[in-house]
Every structure is written in C-alpha cells, then in structure tokens.
C-alpha cells in the first residue's frame, strides 16, 4: 500500500466506521494499559457470522492490515469512550 493510499484511509470516520461494524455483530473496545499502549479487542456478537463477510469486507476498505490503522483506531476510540462511540444521536423529539 502507498503512503498516500495510508493517508487517505486515515481520514475515514471512525464514529461511523464504529457503529457500523456494531450493528453488523462486530464490537470493538480499546483499552489504554500501564505501559501507554493502546490494544483493540473484536468482540463477536450473535449476529456476527450472518454478516461475517460484509464485516470482512468493510475492515479490509477501511482498516485492512495496516497496523498504523489499526493502532489510530484504538487510540481514536480510547479518547472518544465508549459512551460516544456507540450512543445513539439524541433527537429533539426523545429529548424529556
């Protein structure tokens, strides 16, 4: 892969890319340790092996074997949390 290739999937949406992935059966978490580093956990869902081969398919568009990415992706979900990252956007009409 060129560098400029790495580039541009740098740019996707990982809040997007996220929920995405969640509502095909595949969960990700990250987890600062001790040591700084962040680690990336796939946690498989009922619904996963149904849609296995989207769920391969978008990993490979957007993460693929790039460990870069897959380093950004954890940092990028470590700062968001957990809460934002898959939180549904509040409406104005469910708003009390």
């Known amino acids: 892969m060129s560098e400029a290739n790495g580039r541009k999937k740098m740019k996707f949406d990982?809040?997007?890319?996220?929920?995405?992935?969640?509502?095909?059966?595949?969960?990700?978490?990250?987890i600062r340790h001790l040591d700084g580093g962040v680690r990336l956990y796939r946690w498989r869902q009922?619904?996963?092996w149904q849609n296995e081969a989207?769920?391969?398919q978008l990993w490979d568009e957007c993460v693929g074997h790039d460990e870069r990415l897959v380093a950004y992706l954890a940092e990028s979900l470590v700062n968001l949390g957990a809460t934002k990252a898959f939180a549904a956007p509040v409406s104005s009409t469910n708003a009390a």
């Open 14 to 30: 990982v809040v997007a890319f996220v929920r995405e992935l969640d509502k095909l059966g595949l969960r990700l978490s990250a």
């Open 46 to 48: 009922m619904n996963y």
């Open 54 to 56: 989207v769920i391969k």
